[in-house]
Structures are given as C-alpha cells and as structure tokens.
C-alpha cells in the first residue's frame, strides 16, 4: 500500500513557477513509476508528465512539455512537479500517482495505469 500527499499548490500569476511536491509513505517508493494529472470542473483527468522508477526516463503532455518538468529522488520518498512559465489554462487540481512496476526505465500515461493516487492540491493561475 502506497500513501501520496501532494502539497505546493497556490494562487500564481501568469508567467509564475511553482513546485509541486509529492511525497509517498511506505518502503517502496522506488519500486514505483509516477506520474502528474490534472482536473478542472467536468473535464476528464487528464495526463501531465510521467517519471520512471528510476527516473532515468520522462514523458510529458504536449501541453506542458518545454514548461513543466517532473523528477524524484527516490531517498526522500518524493516526487515534485516544477512548472514554469504558468498560464491560466493550467488553473486545476493536480494529483500524483504510483505504479508498482518492474521495469526501470517505462512510464505510464494511461491513468488507467496506477494504482494508488493522492488527493490533489488546487493549482490556479490568474491572468
């Protein structure tokens, strides 16, 4: 069983940065890829940016790629989320999630995939 708590979020303008921060409980955390979602009000949740167990290997959204960047350190049980150059259309709720996998270098970004999810931290970028 894999606990996540997100924590970071806030109120930005647009062109801010803020890091989000994910950190998981339990001993296993480095058997676990990651990845970020978002949700707004009656929208799908949808893929952000994956990390492999490892963290040797990223997959981000076309949406974000270039502005956010996703990493881990695997000894402090936590993975973040910087994102930059912030816009109001990244205004959402951002939850992380955990997959136990064996595979050190895949990512997931199907949420279909994971298995354990935190409850999300409210993001919102004004203009």
């Known amino acids: 069983q894999v606990q996540l708590v997100e924590s970071g979020g806030g109120l930005v303008q647009a062109g801010g940065s803020l890091r989000l921060s994910c950190a998981a409980s339990g001993r296993t955390f480095s058997s676990h890829a990651m990845g970020w979602y978002r949700q707004t009000p009656g929208k799908e949740r949808e893929f952000v940016a994956a990390?492999?167990?490892?963290?040797?290997?990223?997959y981000y959204a076309d949406s974000v790629r270039g502005r956010f960047t996703i990493s881990r350190d695997n000894a402090k049980n936590t993975v973040y989320l910087q994102m930059n150059s912030l816009k109001p259309e990244d205004t959402a709720v951002y939850y992380c999630?955990?997959?136990?996998?064996?595979?050190?270098?895949?990512?997931?970004?199907?949420?279909?995939?994971?298995?354990?999810w935190g409850q999300g931290t409210q993001v919102t970028v004004s203009s």
């Open positions: 999630a955990a997959r136990l996998t064996y595979s050190g270098t895949t990512y997931y970004t199907d949420r279909g995939q994971y298995n354990y």
């Open positions: 990390i492999s167990r490892s963290g040797l290997t990223t």
